[in-house]
T-cell receptor, first 114, second 114 residues
Framework: AQSVTQLGSHVSVSEGALVLLRCNYSSSVPPYLFWYVQYPNQGLQLLLKYTTGATLVKGINGFEAEFKKSETSFHLTKPSAHMSDAAEYFCAVSDGLDGNKLVFGAGTILRVKS | DVKVTQSSRYLVKRTGEKVFLECVQDMDHENMFWYRQDPGLGLRLIYFSYDVKMKEKGDIPEGYSVSREKKERFSLILESASTNQTSMYLC?????????????FGQGTRLTVV
């Protein structure tokens, strides 16, 4: 069975500081990994995904994530936080089977201080 | 622009009522999903469907059923609503094929059962 662990239910950074949101996964097959963002009272929007190929993945809004198989991690980073980045972030894993269903982590709420 | 549309943003229902949550996608996707989102628990899969009239239980199907009579529409049914089903419900769809495992989400329906 697959699972996702997001370390830190809340992360607070200052505007302009580095954003690091941690995600570790468990999967018995090569995983497909995703980061989604949810703004208040909205659905989820895809930030980036890793399927195959390059392990450093760039997404929208300046975010990127690196797939590290040896560490079973897929941490999300952004060099300089902006106030508009305040949202909840979800890491998810899929094995590409069972209709491509996603297994989600518990989420991390990012707060950006001015 | 791709779209997953949920019929209601907010619903208030009474305990014991039968509740229908409707979801329509315009992307001709084969796969459709219903998730439930609760604080600190992330998104949990209730049911999914990979074809018309097909359905599979997710992780928390108890108290729910689904219907998929047409490819574009996937309905979630609460047979007898209970207060512990108060939650945010998110519908999603995705295409088949490992290169296209991204799921697109609706805006969510916040259901309150009183």
């Amino acid at each position: 069975a697959q699972s996702v662990t997001q370390l830190g239910s809340h992360v607070s950074v200052s505007e302009g500081a580095l954003v690091l949101l941690r995600c570790n996964y468990s999967s018995s097959v090569p995983p497909y990994l995703f980061w989604y963002v949810q703004y208040p009272n909205q659905g989820l929007q895809l930030l980036l995904k890793y399927t195959t190929g390059a392990t450093l993945v760039k997404g929208i809004n300046g975010f990127e994530a690196e797939f590290k198989k040896s560490e079973t991690s897929f941490h999300l980073t952004k060099p300089s936080a902006h106030m508009s980045d305040a949202a909840e972030y979800f890491c998810a894993v899929s094995d590409g089977l069972d209709g491509n269903k996603l297994v989600f982590g518990a989420g991390t709420i990012l707060r950006v201080k001015s | 622009d791709v779209k997953v549309t949920q019929s209601s943003r907010y619903l208030v229902k009474r305990t014991g009522e039968k509740v229908f949550l409707e979801c329509v996608q315009d992307m001709d996707h084969e796969n459709m999903f219903w998730y439930r989102q609760d604080p600190g628990l992330g998104l949990r899969l209730i049911y999914f469907s990979y074809d018309v009239k097909m359905k599979e239980k997710g992780d928390i199907p108890e108290g729910y059923s689904v219907s998929r009579e047409k490819k574009e529409r996937f309905s979630l049914i609460l047979e007898s609503a209970s207060t512990n089903q108060t939650s945010m419900y998110l519908c999603a769809s995705s295409a088949v094929g490992k290169a296209n495992t991204e799921a697109f989400f609706g805006q969510g329906t916040r259901l309150t059962v009183v």
